[in-house]
């Protein structure tokens, strides 16, 4: 298969920001996945995914979200958790809209993760089914009663005072190539706005009773020895999840899945798990 190059666009939220996605074509499609990245990063990190589903027939659809990548706003900032998930919605419809003859999944990562339970708790009719990889949905290390309280003071009065996220870039990955290119991206901040910190927090204490809520056919993936987000809340997650079609994997690797030394055989088992579902 030759190379395919992406095209960039933006697209219009539901609150009139243009928000930047990329978007890529296979020369024969079966399928759409649209893509939600991690908290501080952006849809540029995700080439080793976008590579392997390409050859397989998948169309790609990236977005930024908001306070990232290309996208505008304030860095690692969002005044509320929900003015995300609309930003995913309304990515998702539009992406639908264009792609109306083909099943559209939803695959989405880490931080993206928590902001997709939250929007497939509403039940949208568009995905056909989800992969989370290393989901957001359980502190990794427990916060203190104190640094949260005084954290959420804060907020109120300077919400977009950026402090540090405390990700170290050896974290994210095994592949000491990703972890340099990780640490040197000026498209990757190492800081989160006060109000974004409090407004995750706040939805983590909801997030565990959204998953009786997701009714779609659902594959979740954990690294082993994830350190940034928690593999006991992605187990916890999983089972309290009553749709019949789940499915759970737990692999070698620290936290970005899709960016890890075994990454090829992480994307044959979602591809596999997705073509079971394309029937």
């Known amino acids: ?22 978007e890529f074509q296979p020369e024969k499609k079966k399928g759409v996945l649209v893509v939600l990245h991690g908290l501080a990063e952006h849809s540029g990190r995700y080439r080793f995914l976008w590579e392997y589903f390409l050859r397989c027939g998948w169309a790609i659809y990236l977005m930024d979200q908001r306070g990232h990548g290309r996208s505008p706003g304030s860095r690692c900032h969002a005044e509320h958790f929900q003015d995300l998930v609309e930003d995913l919605d309304s990515f998702v419809r539009m992406v639908a809209a264009k792609e109306k003859k083909f099943p559209l999944f939803l695959v989405a990562h880490s931080f993206g993760g928590q902001v997709a339970v939250s929007y ?17 949905l359980k502190l990794a290390v427990p916060l203190s009663p104190l640094k ?38 000026p498209l990757v ?85 997705l073509n079971a579902r394309l029937k």
């Open 1 to 22: 298969m030759t190379a395919v190059e992406a095209r960039h666009h933006f697209f219009e939220s539901w609150d009139g920001t243009e928000l930047y996605y990329r």
């Open 120 to 136: 497939l708790s509403r039940q949208p009719k568009e995905p056909k089914g989800v992969v989370l990889s290393g989901p957001n």
């Open 148 to 185: 949260r309280y005084l954290g959420t003071a804060a907020a109120r009065f300077l919400p977009k005072l950026a402090v540090a996220n405390e990700i170290d870039p050896t974290w994210v990955s095994r592949d000491a190539e990703v972890v340099a290119a990780y640490a040197d991206d």
């Open 189 to 273: 901040g190492n800081k989160i706005s006060l109000r974004l910190g409090a407004e995750i927090l706040d939805n983590l204490d909801r997030v565990m009773g959204l998953a009786p809520k997701i009714k779609l056919p659902s594959i979740l993936i954990h690294g082993q020895g994830d350190k940034i987000t928690s593999i006991e809340g992605t187990r916890e997650f999983f089972d309290k999840m009553q749709v019949k079609d789940k499915t759970l994997k737990v692999y070698p690797g620290y936290h970005e899945n899709f960016n890890e030394t075994n990454r090829e055989e992480i994307f044959e088992e979602i591809e596999s798990w």
